[in-house]
């Protein structure tokens, strides 16, 4: 697909997407929600595709929240259709594991969508906060939730009742960010954040983040442990976990010898 928005690239099971206007601070508008959908669903059943990198275009802006101009003219109805938050929820679900690399402001929208990653490796530029209420919206994309599980119900509350703004520094000493690197080097830290899980299984791991991801999700005991043997019992019969255990026999065999 030609993406206008967006761009989207595959190497070596390496998925990136990089959000792609730089005019705008990268805002994200209908068209960007649009085509970041259409770009997950194929990523979501490319079977080469090991894990996802999302970043940006322009140096500045991660994303500097939604396209207020778009924004100011929605009304009710569209609050009800859960426009970001059903894409948000999407990228949350992708099966891969995936981080965000960001650079420069991180606002609103964009501090959601970086949420909604496993991880967040960020520039020492990056700025991130839920400046919502500053405008009379609140963060509704998923930040009243999977803020307040990522770094605790306090900094959480700060952050969205009051709209503050915060740097790199502060955002790792929270939990917000997991690695911080020179803005130049943030990608090559989001695939060197990425090279021990990219050595796993990855049957194993897609199915490891299934299972914390239902977790986060409230999912009683029962319902968690009736996954967890689910998925076992796929990964069981797997051909690669007959192979990596048979290469780590063979290893410990040659060190008693």
């Given amino acids: ?15 990136t997407i990089t959000l792609d206007r730089p005019e705008v601070r990268n ?41 207020i101009a778009e924004l100011r003219d929605r009304r009710s109805e569209d609050a009800l259709k859960g426009i970001n938050a059903n894409l948000f929820a999407r990228l949350e679900r992708f099966p891969r594991p995936t981080v ?16 909604c ?15 919502e209420v500053g405008l009379g919206i609140m963060a509704a994309a998923g930040a009243t939730r999977r803020l307040p599980a990522l ?6 509350r700060r952050l969205l009742f009051t709209g503050e703004i915060i740097d790199a520094e502060e955002a790792q000493r929270i939990g917000l960010v997991d690695q911080l690197a020179p803005d130049e080097l943030v990608m090559s830290a989001a695939r060197s954040w990425l090279e021990p899980i990219l050595k796993q299984a990855p049957e194993a791991v897609r199915g490891t983040k299934r299972a914390v991801q239902t ?11 009736a996954l967890d043997n689910a998925i076992q019992s796929e990964l069981f019969e797997s051909p690669d976990k007959f192979a990596r255990m048979d290469a780590f026999l063979a290893r410990r065999a040659n060190k008693k010898k």
Avoid at 47 to 67: H, N, P, Q, W, Y
Wanted: with cysteine; charged share 20%; proline share 2%.
């Fill in 1 to 15: 697909m030609n993406y206008e928005t967006i761009q989207v690239e595959v190497e070596d099971g390496l998925a």
């Fill in 27 to 67: 805002a994200i508008n209908q068209q960007m929600v649009d085509e970041l959908h259409v770009a997950l669903e194929s990523l979501e059943t490319h079977e080469d595709v090991r894990a996802l990198i999302l970043t940006s275009s322009g140096g500045k802006a991660f994303m500097s929240g939604a396209d």
């Fill in 100 to 115: 965000a690399a960001v650079i420069g402001w991180c606002l609103g929208g964009g501090c959601e969508l970086a949420l």
């Fill in 117 to 131: 990653c496993d991880f967040r490796v960020a520039g020492l530029s990056s700025r991130f906060g839920q400046p």
């Fill in 151 to 156: 770094i605790g119900l306090g900094p959480a």
């Fill in 215 to 225: 977790w986060v999700h409230g999912a009683d005991e029962e319902e968690l442990l």
